[in-house]
């Protein structure tokens, strides 16, 4: 090993910005040796990480780290990352998730996304390992791996499926209104209110 790697180790790392740097640069060295010979079985190097933490003497920070080595970092605005299969458990986050919300709801508001995920994605399961950082600790405060016997996660699952039921249950079905020159239309609440989509344009003749 060169010398001169050992002392970049993250161990030495002086700001979180610095051990970002660090990944970036160590996911570069292994697209220099390994992508071509992926690309020559069929497979294009991709890579996502998320690198973060907290370095006494500053906040706690959080990056992104993408297949070409850059990274971009959280913001008061985009206060999380989410990598891998995002799609399903990503809604919840973009509802409840602000830079605010007490760590005890981040959590839970975790375990719900992954929860959607689970459900609808066959190529996710369980366990899931759980670490909860708080700031200023500078140690590991919380962490559990998660399976179907965790009482927590199992009650979880089942509230959270049962209130979306009843929420579902609760929206009115929709109301039509329609008249001769228009399309059928949604209207709102209000029994007298107008349809939510307007009237077609008459079709040119000829």
Same mark, same amino acid.
């Not at 459900?119 to 670490?131: F, P, R, T």
């Not at 998660?146 to 979880?156: G, R």
């Given at each position: 090993?060169?010398?001169?790697?050992?002392?970049?180790?993250?161990?030495?790392?002086?700001?979180?910005?610095?051990?970002?740097?660090?990944?970036?640069?160590?996911?570069?060295?292994?697209?220099?040796?390994?992508?071509?010979?992926?690309?020559? #079985?069929?497979?294009?190097?991709?890579?996502?990480?998320?690198?973060?933490?907290?370095?006494?003497?500053?906040?706690? +920070?959080?990056?992104?780290?993408?297949?070409?080595?850059?990274?971009?970092?959280?913001?008061?605005?985009?206060?999380?990352?989410?990598?891998?299969?995002?799609?399903?458990?990503?809604?919840? #986050?973009?509802?409840? #998730? +602000?830079?605010?919300?007490?760590?005890?709801?981040?959590?839970?508001?975790?375990?719900?996304?992954?929860?959607?995920?689970?459900?609808?994605?066959?190529?996710?399961?369980?366990?899931?390992?759980?670490?909860?950082?708080?700031?200023?600790?500078?140690?590991?405060?919380?962490?559990?791996?998660?399976?179907?016997?965790?009482?927590?996660?199992?009650?979880? +699952?089942?509230?959270?499926?049962?209130?979306?039921?009843?929420?579902?249950?609760?929206?009115?079905?929709?109301?039509?209104?329609?008249?001769?020159?228009?399309?059928?239309?949604?209207?709102?609440?209000?029994?007298?209110?107008?349809?939510?989509?307007?009237?077609?344009?008459? #079709?040119? +003749?000829?």
């Amino acid at each position: 090993m060169n010398p001169d790697d050992a002392k970049r180790s993250l161990w030495h790392a002086k700001t979180m910005f610095e051990a970002a740097r660090m990944v970036g640069d160590a996911v570069r060295k292994v697209h220099a040796r390994d992508a071509e010979m992926l690309k020559q #079985l069929g497979i294009e190097f991709n890579v996502s990480l998320i690198c973060g933490g907290q370095i006494k003497g500053e906040a706690p +920070r959080m990056f992104n780290v993408y297949s070409a080595g850059n990274f971009i970092e959280t913001t008061p605005e985009n206060c999380y990352f989410q990598i891998g299969e995002a799609k399903y458990g990503k809604p919840i #986050l973009d509802r409840v #998730l +602000r830079r605010a919300t007490p760590l005890d709801e981040a959590v839970k508001s975790a375990l719900i996304s992954m929860d959607s995920t689970l459900k609808s994605n066959i190529s996710v399961g369980l366990l899931l390992d759980l670490l909860v950082y708080e700031t200023d600790a500078l140690k590991l405060t919380h962490f559990v791996s998660i399976d179907e016997k965790n009482e927590y996660f199992a009650m979880v +699952r089942g509230l959270w499926a049962s209130k979306l039921r009843q929420a579902f249950a609760e929206i009115r079905d929709p109301v039509w209104e329609t008249g001769a020159g228009s399309v059928d239309g949604l209207k709102t609440l209000g029994a007298s209110a107008l349809p939510l989509l307007a009237v077609t344009p008459p #079709l040119p +003749r000829g």
